[in-house]
Each structure stands twice: as C-alpha cells, then as structure tokens.
C-alpha cells in the first residue's frame, strides 16, 4: 500500500448543514492534516467546481434540500474521488446501501468518531491511490497485449504476401528445372519471378516502414487498431502498381 505523503495538501470538501459539526470536522482535520478545506451548506449551493476541488469528500447524509444517496449519485457522475458519509443513522442496513451507492466509507456522528477522520481520511486515500495505480497497470498491460497483438496481425498479413510469393517463385522454377529449355517461356517464367521477388521486396519495406513508426493506435484490448488495415491497403495498392 502506498502511503500519503505528509508535505502533499489534501483538498477536502465538506457537505454539512450544521455548523457545529462543520466546525468539529474542520478543525480536527486541519489540526491532524496537511489540508485545504471548503465547507459547503446545502446542495443547492454545491457547483461542479467545487467537486472537482475535492480530493476527498465529507457528505452529509441528511442535508436540508437533499438526501445523500442524491447528492453521492451527483458527485459520483462527475469524479471517482472517495467520499466518506457523515451521518446520524446508526442502522447498519442503511450504512451498506451507502457503500453499495459509491462510498468509501462511513461515520456514525458523535465526537468520539469525528476525531477519527484525519485516519480515515488517509486511510481512504491511500487505498484510493492505491486503486488508480492497479487501474494504471492494468490499461498499461491491456495497450501491451494490444500492440503484440496487433503486431501478430500485421506480421501474418506480411507473412501470407511473402508465402505467396515464394510460392510462386518455387512453382515457376520447379517448372523450368522440369522442362528443356525454351527461351521464350523461360523468359516469360523468369520475369514472372522477379515480379514476385519485388513483391516481396515491397512486402519488407512496408514492415521495416511500419516497425519504424510504430503508429499503434489503441485504447483497449478489444479495439485491435487499424494498422494492420492499413499496412495491408499500401501493400494491394503498390502490388496493384507492379501488375
């Protein structure tokens, strides 16, 4: 598990009607935390702004103009950031239907508990940043696994272009080696492989032009990019040329 780093500001936005327990929150965290605080007093007053503001938030469940599971569902659309439920409701089904909606965690009000936040704060963060860096390594390894993929796609296509063409080139010299000499079809069977010859030729430099730029385009795994489309339109359109 990472940890959070002491010199790095939290910035915590506070959803709470109350100003007794604003105030009891606020000051135990600033007292415990490096932190940046914003205090907001219903939702009506709550903007997008001041979500994005937050590295973690502290909600209400019981605002005047809102309950929390509205209020968690709107901050949900707009960021991932932990929020963690202050709330009065000591009923246990109601703390997991809170979790279930979004939340990192709750906190039953008392002072007792409260004093605990600058912990649980930390806590949520950590397993916070924790989750984005598995999420980090995972996309990392889905691009990889695409780009080989991709890579195995493109490698095929050539690899049929130059069978092709080898194949051709066997057959046509099997041919000569089979027949006594005729220099007309001799002629006809030699210029026939040393078109296939360029063919292949066309076929490496378009991966060596390929292997060169690597453009692997992707966002998932699922989503093979469309290099080797692409690869593989240059090579129709360049042996189109040679016929």
């Known amino acids: 598990m990472i940890e959070i780093d002491a010199n790095e500001q939290i910035r915590i936005l506070i959803l709470e009607d109350d100003e007794d327990h604003a105030f009891l ?6 007292d ?12 009506a007053k709550l903007t997008e702004d001041d979500i994005y503001f937050a590295d973690v938030v502290l909600l209400d469940f019981s605002l005047p103009d809102a309950d929390g599971d509205e209020i968690l569902s709107y901050i949900k659309e707009k960021t991932d950031v932990p929020v963690i439920i202050i709330t009065g409701d000591e009923q246990v089904k ?3 239907n809170i979790l279930k909606g979004g939340a990192s965690d709750f906190v039953i009000k008392s002072p007792q ?26 996309k990392e390894k889905e691009e990889l ?22 194949s051709t ?13 005729d220099e007309p079809r001799f002629d006809k069977l030699v210029s026939i492989c040393e078109s296939e010859t360029k063919k292949i030729t066309l076929v490496l430099k378009e991966l060596e032009k390929f292997v060169n730029s690597m453009e692997i385009k992707t966002t998932n795994y699922v989503n093979i990019p469309n290099a080797m489309f692409q690869i593989e339109d240059a090579i129709k359109k360049k042996m189109q040329e040679l016929e």
């Open 25 to 30: 929150e606020e000051d135990i965290l600033s």
């Open 32 to 43: 415990e935390l490096n932190c940046e605080i914003k205090v907001i007093e219903s939702k």
């Open 94 to 96: 109601t703390a997991v």
């Open 113 to 138: 508990n409260i004093a605990l936040l600058p912990r649980i704060v930390n806590r949520v963060l950590e397993e916070y940043k924790n989750m984005k860096i598995l999420e980090q390594e995972k």
């Open 145 to 166: 696994n695409t780009k080989i993929e991709t890579l195995h796609q493109v490698l095929t296509t050539l690899a049929h272009y130059i069978n092709n063409s080898t």
């Open 169 to 181: 080139i066997s057959g046509y010299a099997q041919l000569c080696d089979q027949t006594g000499y």
